[in-house]
């Protein structure tokens, strides 16, 4: 004995689950990718086993291994230093300068980076450093 049915298989697929996935996988992918701001100079930062996340900032000065001194992402003379962290302080009003320095930096270069930046009325210093690996 033959039954007959009046279900006939599908001729087109529906891509609506598939779209379903592929935004969940998007959402979760987006929440749990880490977003670090960073200038556009790459250095070598001293490791620390306790360092915490810096805040965003528009105040970073990068100090690289031959010496350069950045401002963001801007070349700078160590003498014309503090007269552009004054510019960049009186329109962001923001008073905490983040030191990206290279760890073969010598430390007098660092601390006449604190210098200018003192004569400008920062008082507020961080130190970026990277988590050492155990």
């Known amino acids: 004995m033959k039954f007959e049915t009046t279900n ?3 001729a087109a697929f529906s891509y609506s689950s598939l779209t379903d996935i592929v935004m969940l996988l998007l959402i979760f992918f987006l929440l749990t990718s880490q977003f670090v701001i960073q200038t556009g100079v790459k250095v070598k930062l001293p490791g620390a086993k306790n360092n ?12 690289t291994s031959g010496g350069t ?4 992402s801007d070349p ?11 510019i960049l302080k009186d329109q962001n009003l923001e ?7 290279d760890k073969d930096v010598p430390v007098d270069l660092v601390i006449r980076v ?14 970026e450093t990277e988590k050492e690996k155990l």
């Open 8 to 10: 006939k298989p599908l």
């Open 52 to 63: 915490e996340q810096t805040s965003p900032s528009r105040l970073i000065v990068t100090i």
């Open 69 to 72: 001194v950045y401002l963001g």
């Open 76 to 86: 700078t003379a160590i003498d014309e230093l503090g007269a552009k962290i004054a």
């Open 95 to 101: 008073s905490n300068l983040i030191i990206r320095s």
């Open 114 to 127: 604190i210098d200018a930046a003192r004569g400008t009325g920062i008082d507020k210093f961080t130190i």
